[in-house]
């Protein structure tokens, strides 16, 4: 059996910066308010008519990572593509990845699984790749969020805290099974599913013609509802037991970290894991200060900088992990 490793990341984010003080100018809010409930200062948001949706901003990212990977369009075997914002309700953005990459004719897979989206993906690509189906795997965690916001005071509980952003990754055939992908660990817990959701439109409360023929404007059941406090109790506690779930899997502790990176839900999340597991600042990657909550791209764009700033070197044990919507989460530990 193979082990799978990470060959090529890479990431875009719109151009277009949305400082917390641009917020307060569209709703009752302040940065002081915001940095201190979520650490963030600034996000991306696309603007109209930039040519950016989820698809081409997943397709921007997935081009530099091909190309780090030293490989070719036609060596990309299966595309996995994780977003809780599609272009269109169906079809899925993989195909369209496909297309707009010009690819073979390979498999495209679609993962609704939200902040916890990239590592699915990478867990399903692990998978693939160890049993021997395919051998290189293009995965991508792209997120529009900035088009279905409520950009008024009555939304900016969850408004402040999103952004739009594309990370990519080409997983690869790895001989020695010492190295890449060690193991990856999965959960979900459905029951809490309605405590961070965008319930309409779906075909099990309100559809389309619902909204249509009632033309409510209070209604805000097509925009993202989020129970904050509840979904940081959960987050806290499942972030810790996947991260341990992981190590003790491969008979490791804390101290073997030499890099964690966290779904960027929130830096209080992120501030509280890391004092938990007494980890240095140098052993946590944080970036949702400039990019705010990326959901399906976070950690795939927090990995790519990482890398890039040279935080990540050969023999590293990474461990990446997530906790969102669903509710779900779930952890990947990496020998670099």
Request: proline residues 2%; negative net charge.
């Given at each position: 059996m193979y082990h799978s490793k990470i060959a090529g990341l890479g990431f875009y984010v719109p151009e277009n910066v949305v400082t917390n003080d641009d917020l307060s100018k569209l709703i009752e809010t302040n940065d002081e308010w915001i940095q201190e409930r979520t650490g963030i200062k600034e996000r991306r948001h696309v603007q109209k008519g930039d040519g950016n949706t989820t698809t081409t901003m997943g397709v921007k990212a997935a081009k530099i990572a091909i190309e780090r990977s030293g490989l070719s369009n036609d060596d990309i075997d299966f595309v996995v593509f994780a977003t809780l914002s599609p272009d269109y309700y169906f079809p899925g953005p993989g195909?369209?990845?496909?297309?707009?990459?010009?690819?073979?004719?390979?498999?495209?897979?679609?993962?609704?699984?939200?902040?916890?989206?990239?590592?699915?993906?990478?867990?399903?690509?692990?998978?693939?790749?160890?049993?021997?189906?395919?051998?290189?795997?293009?995965?991508?965690?792209?997120?529009?969020?900035?088009?279905?916001?409520?950009?008024?005071?009555?939304?900016?509980?969850?408004?402040?805290?999103?952004?739009?952003?594309?990370?990519?990754?080409?997983?690869?055939?790895?001989?020695?099974?010492?190295?890449?992908?060690?193991?990856?660990?999965?959960?979900?817990?459905?029951?809490?599913?309605?405590?961070?959701?965008?319930?309409?439109?779906?075909?099990?409360?309100?559809?389309?013609?619902?909204?249509?023929?009632?033309?409510?404007?209070?209604?805000?059941?097509?925009?993202?509802?989020?129970?904050?406090?509840?979904?940081?109790?959960?987050?806290?506690?499942?972030?810790?037991?996947?991260?341990?779930?992981?190590?003790?899997?491969?008979?490791?502790?804390?101290?073997?970290?030499?890099?964690?990176?966290?779904?960027?839900?929130?830096?209080?999340?992120?501030?509280?894991?890391?004092?938990?597991?007494?980890?240095?600042?140098?052993?946590?990657?944080?970036?949702i200060q400039k990019y705010g909550n990326t959901t399906a791209a976070s950690i795939p764009i927090a990995l790519t900088e990482a890398w890039e700033q040279g935080k990540i070197k050969s023999g590293d044990l990474v461990v990446l992990a997530a906790f969102g919507s669903g509710f779900t989460w779930g952890s990947v530990i990496i020998r670099w």
């Open positions: 195909v369209l990845v496909q297309k707009e990459l010009g690819l073979r004719t390979v498999g495209a897979l679609d993962i609704r699984n939200q902040c916890s989206g990239f590592v699915y993906a990478l867990s399903i690509a692990d998978q693939y790749i160890k049993t021997g189906m395919y051998k290189n795997i293009l995965i991508i965690g792209s997120e529009l969020h900035s088009y279905g916001l409520d950009m008024t005071t009555r939304g900016r509980g969850v408004s402040v805290i999103f952004g739009d952003g594309a990370g990519a990754a080409v997983i690869s055939r790895e001989e020695d099974t010492t190295k890449g992908i060690l193991s990856t660990h999965l959960h979900s817990e459905g029951q809490h599913a309605e405590e961070l959701a965008v319930i309409a439109p779906g075909m099990g409360k309100r559809w389309v013609t619902d909204i249509l023929k009632d033309n409510d404007p209070n209604d805000e059941s097509f925009f993202p509802y989020m129970n904050g406090q509840f979904v940081f109790k959960n987050a806290v506690v499942r972030f810790s037991e996947v991260i341990n779930e992981g190590l003790q899997a491969n008979n490791l502790s804390v101290s073997d970290i030499n890099m964690l990176i966290p779904h960027q839900a929130n830096l209080r999340i992120s501030q509280f894991i890391q004092q938990k597991f007494k980890l240095a600042d140098e052993q946590v990657y944080n970036n």
